[in-house]
T-cell receptor
Framework: NAGVTQTPKFQVLKTGQSMTLQCAQD?????MSWYRQDPGMGLRLIHY???????DQGEVPNGYNVSRSTTEDFPLRLLSAAPSQTSVYFC???????????FGDGTRLSIL | EDKVVQSPLSLVVHEGDTVTLNCSYE??????LLWYKQEKKAPTFLFML????IEKKSGRLSSILDKKELFSILNITATQTGDSAVYLC???????FGKGTRLSVIA
């Protein structure tokens, strides 16, 4: 049972590049979400999804896109990377919204 | 704007001490208060609290919620070095996290 799997674990980008952070869960969870964690800032919600085909913005959505075409996958896209997006990104899922979430191990992203 | 405030931000104690971590919240669509422990990587779930005054316990850890005062505490008794971590509090829903309390337990 893999739980929540994030890839890649580390990535370095140049300003202006685009990339997709992958997140997959094998627990048949309806609710999935993306957070970023910066030093001294805690975890901040970027986007979330209550089920396939439904997404919504969190606290800090600017510069990021998401889609949820299947229950299992919830990729996060950076359209034009900026140094301010250097952070650790966590994907999380739960069976339903409001229930405790399971977190992936994170992707450490550096943008030069 | 939803807000969760944790205190203290950091804490250093000796093994065997008892610690209390604090969490206050202002969450518009409040359903529950969650506590997580974060060591090197992913946060791991500790407790979810939905009702006032009902203590939840797991070994040496316990937590309680006061919905009137919009407050929760996490207690750790007889601390061990393995308790060293960042403890995160979050109001639901959607999850709004506090900045965390970094607990260091020294032998």
């Amino acid at each position: 049972n893999a739980g929540v799997t994030q890839t890649p674990k580390f990535q370095v980008l140049k300003t202006g590049q685009s990339m997709t952070l992958q997140c997959a869960q094998d627990m048949n969870h309806e609710y999935m979400s993306w957070y970023r964690q910066d030093p001294g800032m805690g975890l901040r919600l970027i986007h979330y999804s209550v089920g396939a085909g439904i997404t919504d913005q969190g606290e800090v959505p600017n510069g990021y896109n998401v889609s949820r075409s299947t229950t299992e996958d919830f990729p996060l896209r950076l359209l034009s990377a900026a140094p301010s997006q250097t952070s650790v990104y966590f994907c999380a899922s739960s069976y339903l919204e409001g229930q405790p979430q399971h977190f992936g191990d994170g992707t450490r992203l550096s943008i030069l | 704007e939803d807000k969760v405030v944790q205190s203290p931000l950091s804490l250093v104690v000796h093994e065997g001490d008892t610690v209390t971590l604090n969490c206050s919240y202002e969450v518009t669509n409040f359903r529950s208060l969650l506590w997580y422990k974060q060591e090197k990587k992913a946060p791991t779930f500790l407790f979810m609290l939905t009702s006032s005054g009902i203590e939840k316990k797991s070994g040496r850890l316990s937590s309680i919620l006061d919905k009137k005062e919009l407050f929760s505490i996490l207690n750790i008794t007889a601390t061990q070095t393995g308790d060293s971590a960042v403890y995160l509090c979050a109001g639901n829903t959607p999850l709004v996290f506090g900045k965390g309390t970094r607990l260091s337990v020294i032998a």
